[in-house]
């Protein structure tokens, strides 16, 4: 069923995006920074779905990993047909008095190296002619939280925008855009979201099933689950004002608590 390549591959989005390739008999290429539980998914994965698995251990705010990553893409052997961008993550402090150097790791890992790694992945797949990419954004791209709003805008215009130029080739681009989705996200962020009521968040498995469905029928901008699509449906047309009301942080350590 040929060959997929999942950024942040260890926890959350992708690995559900790794177990669920690897039972519709994809091979695949894991890239995550943690080392020992990539290889600790990498060998459950293989003996469990029978697939081949590649543990590529890379920090994708280091621009020398990124291009191993991107050289793996570019690779005529065993080539890779789709490629999931799924890394990523929320800087945690506010912006005015925290960390730049924080701020720029964040900003490499969700913007820059979804940049390099689609147009490596571009590149080989429409000398094929056929492939797909696969950009995890979020329906806080409607809105202003943070920096990690500004991230997950420039993935989904940059998708709809390598769409519009892959037409004709074979090949598809797609953002996915869920909202809250139970991972480990938040907690790594040192987020609190205990506030949030339970009808608020999704399951992974639905939102990566979606995604991939979403992914194999050419669609450009996936949405799990009705209201999301609904409520971002509202984003796009409500004035800017509320949407920055919307997007204003609940809690002075928190401005990036927002959706996935």
């Known amino acids: 069923m040929?060959?997929?390549?999942?950024?942040?591959?260890?926890?959350g989005l992708g690995l559900e995006f790794a177990w669920q390739l690897a039972t519709a008999r994809h091979d695949l290429v894991l890239v995550d920074r943690d080392s020992e539980r990539l290889?600790?998914?990498?060998?459950?994965?293989?003996?469990?779905?029978?697939?081949?698995?590649?543990?590529?251990v890379a920090?994708?705010?280091?621009?020398?990993?990124?291009?191993?990553?991107?050289?793996?893409?570019?690779?005529a052997e065993r080539p890779v047909g789709l490629l999931v961008n799924n890394a990523?993550?929320?800087?945690?402090q506010r912006f005015v008095g925290g960390d730049v150097r924080r701020e720029e790791a964040v900003l490499d890992v969700m913007v820059r190296a979804v940049l390099v790694l689609s147009h490596a992945a571009a590149g080989q797949m429409t000398a094929r002619g056929r492939g797909a990419i696969l950009n995890v954004?979020?329906?806080?791209?409607?809105?202003?939280?943070?920096t990690y709003s500004a991230h997950k805008a420039w993935v989904?215009?940059?998708?709809?925008?390598?769409?519009?130029?892959?037409?004709?080739t074979g090949v598809t681009a797609t953002v996915v855009c869920p909202g809250f989705v139970h991972t480990e996200f938040h907690r790594s962020a040192g987020i609190d979201m205990t506030w949030l009521p339970e009808v608020a968040w999704l399951r992974a498995e639905d939102v990566v099933a979606t995604a991939l469905a979403d992914t194999r029928r050419g669609v450009v901008i996936s949405t799990p689950s009705l209201r999301y699509r609904l409520g971002s449906a509202a984003a796009r047309v409500m004035p800017r004002p509320v949407a920055r009301a919307i997007g204003a942080p609940r809690r002075p350590a928190s401005p990036s608590s927002g959706p996935q």
């Open 2 to 11: 040929g060959t997929a390549l999942i950024t942040g591959a260890a926890a």
């Open 39 to 56: 290889e600790q998914v990498a060998g459950r994965l293989r003996a469990v779905a029978g697939v081949r698995v590649e543990a590529l």
């Open 59 to 75: 920090d994708l705010s280091v621009r020398s990993d990124v291009e191993r990553v991107a050289d793996r893409l570019r690779s």
């Open 88 to 92: 990523g993550g929320a800087p945690g």
């Open 137 to 146: 954004a979020s329906v806080a791209a409607l809105i202003t939280l943070g």
């Open 156 to 168: 989904r215009t940059f998708t709809e925008g390598l769409a519009v130029e892959l037409r004709g």
